[in-house]
C-alpha cells in the first residue's frame, strides 16, 4: 500500500558551533588597609578606583602577627556591604593558638566572608628566636585544613550555615613561590612539592608570589602540572615603576629584580617616565604569562590604584578609557567606600 501522507519538510540542519572562546582572564588586587586614621581617606579612594573596573576579587591583607586584624575585618565589611565584589581575607597563623585561629575564622565567617587566603605569616620582628608554641597552627597546609574544619562543624551545628556553604561554597587560595621562598628556605622543587601538599589538603587555588621574568611563572606551572597539581596557579604581578619600592620589596621578599630594569628605571630621573617604562615592562611580562595559559593575573597595588590600571589596561584586561576614568577619579563613587574605618598601629 503507498503511503501518500504529506511528508514532513526537511529537519534544517544545526549551525556548527562557534569555535571555543578562552573566558577572560580573572583579575584582581591586593589592598592593605589603613593603618592611621588620616591615612584612610586615600586607602578608600584607591579602592573605590580599582572596584570601578569590576576586579573578580580584591583581597585584603594584614600586617604581620595579625596587628591590624580589627582594621581588615572592618575593610572586608565595607567591602561586603558596599561593592559586588568578592573580599578575600588574608589569614595568618604564626603566633596563635589552634583555637585563636578557629574563633577568628568564625568572626570572618559571621561577617560574611566567604574566601581567604591562607598564610603562615612572618615571625615578630623583635623576637629573632621566636618559635611556635605547641599545639599552634604552625603551616598554611594545616590553616587550609583548620578553615576546612571549621566550615564542616558550622555545617553540622547549624543547618542555615549548611545551606549557606552549598550555595556559597568557602574559597581558599594559597600562596606559592616559583622560585623558592627564601624566608622557608625552600627551593623551586620542594615550593612545587609544598602546593601539592596545599591542593590536597582543600586549596582552592594558588597565587604565586611577584616575579619579573615570565619564565619563572612558566617554568614554575609547567613543573606543578607535571607533578600533579590541578588547582589555577593566578599570577602575582607587581608593576614595576617605582625603584624605592622595588628595593622595598626585595628587603620584604627576598624577589631581587633585575639588575637591568633597577638601571633603566633609575636612569629615567622623570618619575612619569619611570612610571610609563616600568608599566610598559611589567606588561611585557603579564602578557607573556598569559600567552602561556596563566588564567588570571593579581595585581599587588601597595594601595596605588594608577600603576595597577594602566598594566591592566596594557594586557587589554582593562578598557584603557574605563582605567583613565577610573585613575582620574571619575567612576561612579560607592557610597559605603567614601567612609572611612577605624584604623591603628602605624603606616609601614
Known sequence: MVDDAVPAPPVPSRPAPAPHRPARPTLSFELMP?????????????????VAVHPDFVSVTYGAGGGDRTTA?????????????????????????????????SDYLDAGVRAFLALRGDPPHD????????????????LVRLLRDVEADRAAA???????????????????FPDGNRAAG???????????DKERAG?????????????????????????GVTIPVLAGMLPATEPRRLHRVEELTGVAPPPELLEKLEALEDPEAQHLYGVARSAEVAQAVLDAGAPGLHVYTFNKHRPALDLL????????????????????PVEPLAATVTATATES
Not at 578575600?88 to 574563633?103: F, I, K, N, P, Y
Not at 547549624?158 to 552549598?166: F, N, T
Not at 625552600?186 to 601539592?196: C, D, G, H
Open 34 to 50: 589603613p593603618r592611621r586614621p588620616e591615612v584612610a581617606p586615600r586607602f578608600w579612594d584607591a579602592a573605590r578606583r580599582l
Open 73 to 105: 575585618r572592618d575593610v572586608l565589611r565595607t567591602l561586603l556591604a558596599g561593592t559586588p565584589v568578592l573580599p578575600v581575607a588574608h589569614l595568618t597563623c604564626v603566633g596563635a593558638s589552634r583555637e585563636d585561629v578557629r574563633q577568628v575564622v
Open 127 to 142: 623576637q629573632p628566636d621566636w618559635r611556635p608554641a605547641p599545639g599552634g597552627v604552625t603551616s598554611s597546609i594545616e
Open 158 to 176: 547549624d543547618p542555615g550555615a549548611a545551606l549557606r556553604g552549598a550555595a556559597h561554597p568557602l574559597s581558599i587560595a594559597v600562596a606559592t
Open 186 to 196: 625552600t627551593t623551586r622543587a620542594q615550593e612545587v612539592r609544598r602546593l601539592l
Open 203 to 227: 586549596a582552592s587555588f594558588a597565587i604565586t608570589q611577584l616575579f619579573y621574568e615570565a619564565a619563572s611563572y612558566v617554568d614554575f606551572v609547567a613543573e606543578a602540572r607535571a607533578a
Open 313 to 332: 589596561a596594557g594586557v587589554g584586561l582593562v578598557d584603557p578609557v574605563l582605567a583613565g576614568r577610573a585613575s582620574a577619579g571619575e567612576a561612579a
